[in-house]
């Protein structure tokens, strides 16, 4: 462990315990580590760095500037935000203020968010633009004063939202006591897995990628990492371009993100290999074997070995740099374990809730026991008991203090009751499935769409879910596959064989029913994952149209008169700032429309990402008109 850390980790662990491990208490702790680098991001050309003690000062600043416009009410305040430098500022400076921030999360429609903050009486929205919220804004950049704030005025106490599955009204309350609590567990956890404090060329970095107003992000991501004097590292966007080129570029170290992330990196190095034909992917998997085994016999510095020789794939990834993710969210399939741990980026398995926190993460050392797809065992600061039916339950110090469900209050004071089924062996608890997925069959046994989900590999399409669908005979078992609007004959053929072999391979009890294809989005592209509920309401107001497998139908690729035509226009377009009209499927790029060359690979990036072409920058035979750029789309979709 870095020297500097493990002395950090002592001093603050010692601090808060002894502490009155208040809101406050943290805060200033956190911020004792004045040199130390809190916020990396870049401008589009340079790395910028913000300290420790850069960032106090504009705290002390705004929450002076929100006492001056609104006063210390000691109530709550909407912070309606994106991950930045600027949301940090704006939590502690809301609590500084002597009010309470209610972190608004920007995936929910404006018709909840509304709800929750007529719940709360919330007055006022602090946020960095205007919002549509039915409460006052208040511009981040109005708010700037040189007075202080008296620590007496220092609130204690959050609230933030569930991911919403159900579109339920879900509030829970935090005050410095839990969060101290969830915070004391990363000590804990160092004991187990000294990794998840190992630094590369002595910085560690968190990305990050998981929003601060979801349990995930705020506890396992913020919390942990910054208590102890670490470095984030802000995203300009969520491509998957901005995403590997961040990781590079800033060296990042630990990546925690939900199983949409990993899923999508398992399926384009898959997809990558496939593409150079059998034998290349023949030899990915043997890497993959043989890696793991070194790994499983040499832990300490296995992962780095692994790396080195999968170095072909971890250099068009996150680069060599990563050492310690987590999984957190929902199910991730088990060949995607197998493969992010195998090339050497240790990918653990979490378990967490709203309610909860973040309550247990499976430890392992090795990739034989990380990839057994469990969650561990959970922290001291929770205990877990399983009721009659293998419902998992939970109780502990670091669970919410109370929670409101549609405006009624609940207060947490014995086991709170996860809905989530699981089973303990060998002393890890493993997920099998949450309650209200069940899909109910024709014999009215309960079936698990999770265990089926998890085990069918599908890298040629964008998303899939298996989930319960009203039809003719009451609830049928279907899988919902959402391909490209320009997929081809071949990869509707690949993927509708893929399906039901793997169907056939299923005892005849739990087979699934129905199949369908849609061009619709699943989910949001921020969202953390699949909500089968929202999906079927999607799926009954007409936002997601589904296709039967057999009436699928490729589309028209020819490049003169096609919509293939008119997105590949659309992207140049956009980059360049030009009309469509004013350009031709045989206009040039660089000639006809003066294109630079970072226009141009912006406009390949693009494609790539629209097309799901994952070499397409790589490739020897540049495309210079919209024409080429159509034939060539045509061959590799």
């Known amino acids: 462990m870095n020297k500097n850390l493990k002395n950090i980790i002592r001093h603050n662990k010692n601090a808060l315990v002894n502490s009155q491990k208040t809101l406050c208490d943290i805060y200033k702790i956190m911020f004792s580590c004045k040199d130390n680098v809190l916020c990396e991001y870049s401008d589009g050309f340079r790395v910028k760095k913000d ?55 920007l995936r929910y429609p404006d018709s909840l968010t509304n709800k929750i903050l007529k719940t709360l009486e919330i007055k006022y929205t602090l946020c960095l633009k205007e919002t549509t919220l039915e409460a006052e804004d208040i511009l981040f950049s109005s708010l700037n004063s040189t007075k202080t704030v008296p620590e007496s005025e220092f609130e204690n106490e959050i609230a933030f939202s569930s991911s919403a599955t159900s579109m339920n009204e879900v509030i829970c309350f935090y ?19 000294p990794r998840i404090a190992k630094h590369y060329k002595g910085s560690l970095k968190q ?34 371009d901005t995403i590997i080129k961040t990781c590079q570029r800033h060296k990042v170290t630990h990546i925690f993100a939900v199983p949409v992330l990993w899923h999508t990196i398992e399926a384009s190095i898959i997809a990558a290999a496939k593409q150079q034909g059998e034998k290349k992917y023949k030899k990915l998997m043997r890497g993959i074997k043989l890696t793991t085994a ?30 310690f993710c987590i999984n957190g969210g929902s199910y991730i399939k088990n060949d995607t374990l197998k493969l992010l741990n195998g090339i050497g980026y240790n990918l653990y398995n979490g378990y967490g809730m709203s309610e909860i926190g973040i309550t247990s993460v499976e430890l392992g050392r090795t990739p034989k026991l990380r990839n057994l797809n469990s969650i561990g065992a959970p922290f001291t600061s929770a205990e877990y008991k399983l009721d009659n039916n293998g419902i998992l339950q939970v109780r502990g110090s670091s669970l919410c203090v109370k929670k409101l469900v549609n405006g009624k209050e609940q207060v947490l004071n014995d086991f709170f009751y996860t809905a989530d089924k699981m089973e303990f062996k060998d002393g890890r608890y493993y997920i099998l499935g949450r309650l209200g997925d069940m899909v109910i069959g ?37 899988i919902v596959v959402q391909v490209g609007e320009f997929v081809s004959e071949a990869k509707i053929n690949k993927i509708r064989n893929e399906i039901y072999k793997f169907n056939d391979t299923l005892p005849k009890i739990t087979t699934i029913r129905k199949f369908y294809f849609t061009t619709d989005a699943l989910c949001p592209p921020t969202a953390i ?4 509920a929202q999906l079927v309401k ?3 107001s007409g936002d997601v149209k589904l296709i039967e497998f057999s009436n699928m139908q490729a589309s028209d690729l020819n490049c003169e008169d096609s919509p293939l035509t008119d997105a590949v226009k659309e992207i140049i377009a956009s980059v360049l700032s030009i009309n469509i009209e004013d350009f031709n499927s045989n206009s040039h790029i660089f000639y006809d429309l003066g294109a630079t060359s970072i226009q141009y690979f912006s406009i390949l ?21 919209v024409k080429e750029i159509c034939e060539y789309i045509g061959k590799r979709i």
């Not at 698990?448 to 085990?455: A, F, M, V, W």
């Not at 994952?529 to 089968?532: F, H, M, N």
């Not at 990036?605 to 008109?625: L, M």
Request: with cysteine; proline share 3%.
């Open 175 to 193: 005050t410095g006591y839990q969060i101290s609590e969830q915070i004391l567990n990363f000590e804990n956890i160092i004991k187990l897995e």
């Open 529 to 532: 994952k699949i909500s089968r």
């Open 294 to 323: 070194i790994q499983n016999l040499f832990p300490s510095f296995g992962p780095e070995i692994a790396k080195s020789i999968m170095g072909e794939v971890t250099n068009k990834v996150f680069g060599k740099s990563v050492m």
């Open 442 to 478: 024709e014999n009215g046994e309960n079936i698990n769409p999770d265990t089926i989900e998890k085990n069918i590999s599908l890298p040629d399409a964008l998303a899939f879910s298996v989930l319960g669908l009203e039809g003719e005979n009451g609830q049928e078992l279907s």
């Open 207 to 240: 990305l990050a990628f998981l929003p601060f107003y979801h349990v995930f992000g705020l506890f396992a991501v913020y919390f942990w990492f910054t208590f102890f004097g670490r470095t984030l590292v802000f995203l300009r966007d969520y491509s998957s």
């Open 538 to 540: 999607k799926i009954e």
């Open 605 to 625: 990036t693009r494609i790539s990402e629209k097309f799901s072409i994952t070499d397409y920058q790589k490739t020897d035979t540049f495309c210079y008109t």
């Open 51 to 105: 300290t420790y003690f850069e960032i106090s000062q504009r705290i002390e600043s705004v929450a002076a500037g929100l006492c001056e416009k609104i006063g210390s009410n000691h109530e709550f305040i909407a912070l309606a935000m994106d991950n930045s430098v600027e949301w940090i500022i704006a939590f502690w400076a809301i609590l500084k203020s002597g009010n309470k921030p209610y972190l608004v999360n």
